[in-house]
């Protein structure tokens, strides 16, 4: 399985090759409907990633998505696409699983600010470093939503919730420059104002060979009075339209610290030296996906390993 | 007929090499035919300390490491000072007299001193004592030389003929002396002419996963079930087997979920404190139906506990596993032999009733070292997926129609690989319909809920069916019956030798699938029993109070051990002595070694 090219109806195809039709945004559309709050973000990252996977001419049963818990995790069961919707914090380790029994799917993992960055902190990180092929979309709406209301990860420095009503005392992570430092090799903001851009993001994640952070604003309308959809079109910037070259590892961490009046969206970072884990992995080399190999060891297999014990 | 029956200690401290006499010695008495079963007791760190290698060899098999010593050999003088009352007439005692002091020995004890300093002048290094005592040891055992330097010659083949030569002229130095000074066991160890192989618990555990087909292995290291990791990776690309070492036991077992839902057989292993952090994802494997087998080598809890010694302390914990109630299959190994064998077998029944399996080892049996026949190990295997649609490329069918979690008479509704065409769905861990919309969604539906949580549970009764009961071990109208379950088989039946000894007949119910129970079959046997009395390595009794709540069997005695250090067969005889007596409802034996 190859990642397909759409073929355009009554495109020159030869004989024999069977032809690919191409999929559109509403054969993605899941068996649920979306239960989330009228106006909230979530909606322009499934239109998004929606947008992306018919772009790219994959078909449902190519991609699997796999979420953990919070209000945005309940994306798979919106996207008529194999999926999994685990256990909170947990996305990341049961997607590196199946992505590396089956390197030949194409595994996103969509979540919010709290599952992937605070109960899933570890996964995070450590998924980083090891350069997974996967496409990893979080959905920043720096609030803990499906819990009523109370601080995030990254919720920022005086914010009221419920768990802070006197204000937050804690600094907030900054994902951007943790995924630069921790070895993703695609690390990009996106905005679910801006479909259309956090579209393209997706896309250039999911082609990306390795692993890809797309952290895309997504605000809460319930419970988040601060960060709202005016302060995010009041702020935001394309950094493909200042110039920034994604390549440039310290231009990229200058951006990833901007915060303030300005706040910067699109790819910051992206290098495509380095392998991926299945590229690295000397089991996948040849042979296919784990998943399809036959089971059980040859007779000469078994021999030798008895021969070790005598 | 038994004619041999010897057991060898060495004692050190870490770092002083035990390891590999120990090894070399269990070699060749298997290649002779012997049986061996090597028990080591040691403690949480790499240098130093107080190591104590028990290796127990006869022609016929060794149930435990026993209860007495025939040879000991000390590496440092806390082990002569520790160890050497325990040592009884006709037994040996080796050292190195440069540097220990023997003390007091019993009558009868030969004393075997040697000196490094005038038998290799010129060697140099710590480990030529424990070349000098192996070669010495194999003298007083009437094993002939050659084995031994064949052995040497091959463990240092990489460091040349100069190396060889020396470590060769050490052993030859150490043999000779023995034959001069030393006076040999009267019954020279046997070549039976059927060599049999070595190996530890993990081993065996990690063979049985690479014979069932596991593919996707990952683990964060824990003792005491680090071998079965280290095992895997240093096999793993040979067999095709990916092999990873994981952040934590949240991402371990997470990870193979996630490998076991794509279509590959998944394993991992850890320990208590490891299992704890896995249980709300098993319960995961349960709701979203994904077989994935997960070992728990248990040692002595709570909390860190002491990590290297032994225990059967986690069975509640495993019943208990996570949150809600769940399909899980339990498996507590009572042998090396299980340890190879219930892997592919579960691994056939969690595939099948797309669950989550768990084997119960402990440190005694995962890093208890022991003979077996060659012909146990056989990978030939049956392999049964169970219903699954599209391992093997897609059929396309089904678009639309496919309900991942049909409900079915026996429970199992067939389990779509993703990356089939046509079987697009989604699996998840919040309670869900027929076609995996989660019943939340918009409102929930009690009536859903209880139909989707009796579909699951459901399957277990097909699980019952498939599996062998408990067998009662020894005479059926034996005076008592002592229940088990897993590896503390060997020993309770080397006690009921011990006691038939002394005109006390006794037989054995060892329990080896937990969940599910046997429940009738339990309660027939011991409906017929005279007396029960239940061993287990824990302070509270767990397989009691469980056996309890599933049969209300109350047992007539308990023998309990939870000092860390496994049973010695006279444990057993005593506390069934003292029960039967009626001068004790439960006894806790006082271990005599300290280490």
């Known amino acids: 399985m190859t990642l397909a090219t759409p073929s355009a109806p009554g495109a020159d195809v030869p004989r024999g090759v069977p032809v690919r039709v191409p999929i559109t945004v509403k054969d993605l559309k899941g068996k649920a409907e979306p239960d989330w709050c009228p106006g909230c973000g979530d909606f322009g990252v499934l239109?998004?990633?929606?947008?992306?996977?018919?772009?790219?001419?994959?078909?449902?049963?190519?991609?699997?998505?796999?979420?953990?818990?919070?209000?945005?995790?309940?994306?798979?069961?919106y996207i008529n696409t194999y999926g999994m919707h685990t256990l909170h914090g947990r996305a990341l380790a049961v997607a590196t699983g199946a992505a590396l029994a089956n390197h030949e799917m194409k595994v996103v993992v969509t979540g919010g600010d709290g599952d992937g960055y605070g109960i899933g902190g570890n996964h995070f990180l450590h998924t980083m470093r090891r350069n997974v092929d996967l496409t990893y979309i979080v959905m920043d709406n720096q609030i803990y939503g499906l819990t009523t209301g109370q601080t995030s990860p990254t919720s920022i420095k005086g914010m009221k919730t419920k768990s802070t009503p006197n204000g937050n005392v804690e600094n907030p992570i900054n994902p951007i420059p943790l995924a630069i430092a921790a070895g993703a090799t695609y690390v990009a903001r996106g905005y679910t104002g801006q479909m259309k851009h956090l579209a393209e993001l997706i896309k250039g994640g999911i082609m990306h060979k390795g692993f890809a952070l797309i952290d895309a604003f997504s605000p809460c309308v319930t419970f988040n009075k601060e960060n709202t959809h005016d302060f995010f079109k009041q702020r935001t910037y394309r950094l493909e339209e200042r110039g920034h070259d994604p390549h440039d590892f310290h231009a990229a961490m200058e951006q990833a610290y901007t915060w303030g009046e300005e706040i910067p969206i699109g790819l910051f970072w992206e290098r495509t030296d380095l392998p991926s884990l299945d590229q690295l992995e000397p089991v996948l080399q040849e042979g296919g996906p784990l998943a399809r190999r036959p089971l059980g060891l040859t007779p000469e297999q078994g021999q030798a390993l008895l021969k070790e014990l005598m | 007929m038994r004619t041999i029956d010897l057991a060898i200690a060495i004692g050190g401290a870490a770092g002083q090499g035990i390891a590999t006499p120990g090894n070399i010695l269990a070699r060749i008495l298997v290649r002779r035919g012997l049986h061996v079963n090597v028990y080591d007791a040691y403690q949480s760190i790499i240098r130093g300390g107080h190591i104590f290698l028990t290796l127990r060899t006869s022609d016929e098999p060794?149930?435990?490491?026993?209860?007495?010593?025939?040879?000991l050999i000390t590496l440092n003088q806390d082990t002569m000072d520790r160890h050497l009352k325990l040592m009884g007439p006709g037994s040996a005692v080796l050292y190195n007299a440069d540097k220990i002091k023997p003390g007091q020995p019993a009558p009868g004890v030969q004393l075997c001193p040697f000196s490094v300093k005038e038998l290799a002048p010129n060697v140099r290094g710590d480990l030529v004592q424990n070349t000098?005592?192996?070669?010495?040891?194999?003298?007083?055992v009437g094993v002939e030389f050659q084995i031994l330097g064949d052995i040497i010659a091959h463990q240092f083949r990489a460091k040349g003929e100069a190396v060889i030569a020396e470590n060769v002229g050490v052993a030859r130095a150490g043999y000779d002396h023995a034959d001069k000074h030393f006076k040999p066991f009267p019954v020279p160890l046997p070549d039976t002419g059927k060599p049999l192989a070595f190996l530890d618990g993990n081993t065996a555990l990690a063979m049985g996963g690479a014979a069932a087909g596991v593919k996707f292995y990952c683990a964060y290291p824990m003792s005491p079930s680090s071998g079965v990791l280290h095992w895997m990776a240093a096999h793993g690309r040979k067999l095709g087997i990916m092999v990873r070492q994981v952040e934590d036991e949240l991402g371990v077992i997470n990870m193979a979920v996630g490998a076991a839902h794509a279509g590959t057989r998944a394993m991992c292993a850890t320990s208590g404190g490891g299992f704890a952090l896995m249980t709300e994802a098993l319960g995961a494997a349960a709701m979203m139906e994904i077989p994935v087998v997960c070992?728990?080598?248990?040692?002595?809890?709570?909390?860190?506990?002491?990590?290297?010694?032994?225990?059967?302390?986690?069975?509640?914990?495993?019943?208990?596993?996570?949150?809600g109630d769940y399909p899980r299959i339990i498996v507590a190994p009572t042998c090396i032999e299980e340890c190879f064998h219930v892997v592919p077998q579960l691994f056939n029944l969690v595939d099948r009733f797309q669950c989550p399996g768990i084997i119960l080892s402990d440190l005694l049996l995962s890093e208890g070292r022991f003979s077996i026949d060659p012909a146990e190990l056989d990978f030939d295997v049956k392999i049964d997926r169970g219903n699954v649609i599209g391992l093997n490329g897609s059929n396309g069918h089904a678009n639309g129609t496919y309900k991942r979690y049909e409900i079915t008479p026996d429970g199992i509704s067939p389990r779509a690989i993703p990356g089939t065409e046509g079987y697009v769905h989604v699996v998840a861990t919040d309670e869900h319909d027929e076609d995996g919309v989660l019943i939340s969604d918009e409102f929930t539906n009690p009536l859903k809920r209880q139909a989707m949580h009796e579909k699951r549970m459901r399957k277990m009764e097909g699980v019952l069916e498939l599996l062998d009961p408990p067998e009662l071990y020894g005479p059926a109208d034996a005076d008592v019956t002592l229940i088990g379950w897993g590896s503390t088989r060997g020993v309770i039946r080397e006690a009921m030798g011990q006691l038939a000894a002394e005109g006390i007949s006794a037989n054995n119910l060892q329990v080896k699938w937990l969940v599910p129970l046997h429940a009738r079959e339990i309660l027939d046997v011991v409906g017929k029993a005279k007396r029960t009395i239940i061993v287990e390595n824990n302070y509270s009794g767990q397989f009691a109070r469980y056996l309890r709540s599933e049969t209300s069997i109350v047992a007539d005695g308990h023998v309990r051990k939870y000092d860390g250090e496994p049973f010695m067969p006279h444990h057993i005889v005593e506390g069934v002595k003292k029960v039967l007596a009626g001068t004790a409802k439960q006894f806790v034996p006082t271990h005599e070694i300290m280490v």
């Open chain 2, 132 to 140: 000098l005592a192996l070669a010495a040891l194999l003298r007083l």
């Open chain 2, 295 to 323: 070992i728990n080598v248990q040692r002595a809890g709570p909390a860190t506990g002491v990590p290297t010694k032994t225990e059967q302390g986690d069975l509640w914990q495993a019943l208990g596993a996570g949150q």
């Open chain 1, 47 to 77: 239109a998004a990633l929606k947008q992306a996977i018919a772009d790219l001419g994959l078909y449902p049963h190519e991609v699997l998505v796999v979420s953990g818990i919070g209000c945005s995790s309940n994306l798979p069961g």
């Open chain 2, 62 to 71: 060794v149930l435990s490491h026993g209860d007495k010593l025939d040879v």
